[in-house]
């Protein structure tokens, strides 16, 4: 099963939810602002990015909304509190949209091309 994270009002996930819709494959929206990541579900996007990424630091990058206010509060910290805060602070640091198609595989953002090998 397909998991869109995010929030409702977040342009790109909502272009995402439409691009799912749009080919009938079916989807599970996460709603950040109800329901963060758990533990375990973020460290399984955060290695799935890292293998197309090379690393986990790397990854870590991938996954943070460099546009966001309050990127300020991580920009300067190491990769292992960098991945801790952006665990703690996901509705204000992380990218959207997050998608995970089981525990192998994710993106962060819009990945069409990606996606199009997702069932």
């Known amino acids: 099963m397909i998991q869109i ?3 409702l009002k977040n342009f790109d996930v909502k272009t995402a939810q439409r691009w799912f819709a749009e080919r009938r494959i079916p989807v599970q929206f996460v709603d950040l602002k ?3 990541m758990s533990r375990g579900e973020f460290d399984s996007v955060v290695d799935a990015i890292s293998r197309v990424t090379g690393s986990r630091a790397e990854a870590i990058e991938e996954m943070t909304d460099k546009k966001s206010k309050d990127f300020a509060s991580i920009a300067y910290l190491d990769d292992s509190e960098k991945a801790d805060k952006l665990f703690e602070n996901q509705l204000k640091l992380l990218k959207q949209p997050v998608c995970r ?3 192998n595989a994710a993106t ?3 990945a069409q091309k990606t996606w199009e ?3």
Do not use: D, H, P, Y
């Open 101 to 103: 198609n089981g525990k």
């Open 117 to 119: 090998g997702w069932k």
């Open 5 to 7: 994270f995010g929030t």
């Open 34 to 36: 109800e329901k963060v």
């Open 108 to 110: 962060v953002g819009l």
